[in-house]
């Protein structure tokens, strides 16, 4: 009789740590986003940030003016020619930090944004151009995004601007392994790299400096310590609750007899 009794609560403790472990695999603390945000809270964005060129970026230069003959020299198609049907002539920032523009020369570009460029261009230009319109592109803009995402890989950016969290959307989200408090973005500015760490569960990931991602910055989403274990822990959850209906199904038919 005792050992009997001593069975049921032995399978009664299974029971209830069993129960514990499948409601505790899961905690809204390491999966939902800006936890620090409070209800009608406003935050007002202020950054003017704008990406800067840097060394091996391919940029596109388009000049325009009321006077189609005397722009025609800045404007280079591949394959000879000024037929607008054609690709314009791409220039990539040298290690110097230089491009190489008909006419005008050796222009330096590395650390300008597109609006400060344009702004040089235009002054380059006064001197043979009334007027002149100039239409600047980073053609190289892309970011990746590895590790517990549902859609890793390198993405283009169309236009200048992005955030991590569109970064992020772009690659379907994070998914339930992914370490939320700890997002890592790698930034290299001409053979220098930052890392830089974020924490999607705080609404301070607004103020980061990586917030704005510039371009070939690489985002990586670290495993959680569900991913870190081994398979049998991985599939934990499954593997509790299969275990927790056997011990329900046993406790039940043990606690009956007799």
Known sequence: MNNLISTKRYLLILLFTSSLFVTSCVSKKDVVYFQTAKDFETIVDTDTFAP??????????????????????????????????????DYLIDIDGNIDYPVLGKIKLLGLTVEEAKELFKEKLSVYLNDPIINI?????????????????????????????EAIAMAGDLDIKGQRKNI?????????????????????????????????????????????????????????ISIGSILVTSAIILLTRN
């Open 52 to 89: 800067k060129f840097k060394v091996n970026d391919i940029v596109s230069i388009f000049v325009s003016t009321f006077d189609l003959e005397a722009v025609k020299p800045f404007n280079l198609y591949k394959g000879g020619g000024d037929n607008q049907s054609r690709e314009l002539v």
């Open 137 to 165: 592109r980073i053609l190289n803009f892309r970011i990746s995004v590895l590790g517990q995402v549902n859609a890793p890989g390198r993405y283009e950016v169309s236009g200048e601007r992005i955030t991590l969290l």
């Open 184 to 240: 890592l973005v790698i930034r290299d500015f001409n053979g220098t790299k930052t890392y830089t760490r974020v924490d999607l569960t705080n609404k301070e990931l607004f103020n980061s400096p990586v917030y704005y991602l510039t371009q070939n910055d690489i985002i990586y989403i670290e495993p959680n310590k569900s991913a870190k274990s081994d398979s049998f822990l991985d599939g934990r959850v499954s593997t509790a």
